[in-house]
């Protein structure tokens, strides 16, 4: 890959998060040539996207069908009022574009079928997951697996969220930890500031993955119990017989 190097007002851009402690110039190049998948780009994928945007990452390509509702504002930052009623992704694309001309987005306007999700993790280095359901969360981890993909895998419920973070073929994938897709309620209750919360730090994974910065949470699930005030770090262990990941 021929690397592009970035410009003076780039450098400019980045110039809080470069340095000792952060990231090296290295790693902010690297961000550049590198491309992420984010879908979906509600309560959690939302910032998470706006994060790695902002971040400098070369090509952010987020994915989300249907259209803006009023109780998703209470969390979906990409959103706003003047969107109700109207598809998110080019909407969300847009609001992404004008926060980091640097940065190229795509919108899908549709959830990835499995072929889609295959062919998408084939062309990015990382996968944020934060579909609210099993069936599209199994599916990005099976695309993760299949193409060698690291996988950010995000989930919310109340004021809690989990992150795991996997390096398919090394560490646990989602399918050992959820052998069956447990009871899912498409309405279920959530409060924006862990949605926030949970993308943001899906956000940092990621940028310390692709710039290679930084020491990821691979093999680790985070428990973030909000409500209760406890925070949990659990060390996953792969299964021998799952599915998913058995002969990789
Ligand atoms: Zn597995």
Known sequence: ??????TTEEW???ARQVGPGVLSREGQTRLKNSAALVTRVGGMGGPASLC???AGVGRVIIAHGGSLISPDLNRQVLGCEGVVGEPRAPHFGEYLRSMNRFAEIEAIDHEPSDEEAAELARRVDVILSCPPGFE??????RAAVESGTPLIDAAQWGMSGTLIVVDPGRTACLECLYPEPPPFDEMFPVVGGISSAIGAF???EATK????????MYGKMWVIDSFADQNTVVELQRRPDCPCCKNC
């Open 1 to 6: 890959m021929n690397a592009s190097e970035l």
């Open 12 to 14: 400019e851009r980045y």
């Open 52 to 54: 790695l945007a902002m």
């Open 136 to 141: 599209e969360r199994m599916r990005l981890n």
């Open 202 to 204: 899906a956000a940092l």
């Open 209 to 216: 993955i692709l710039s290679g910065n930084g020491q990821p």
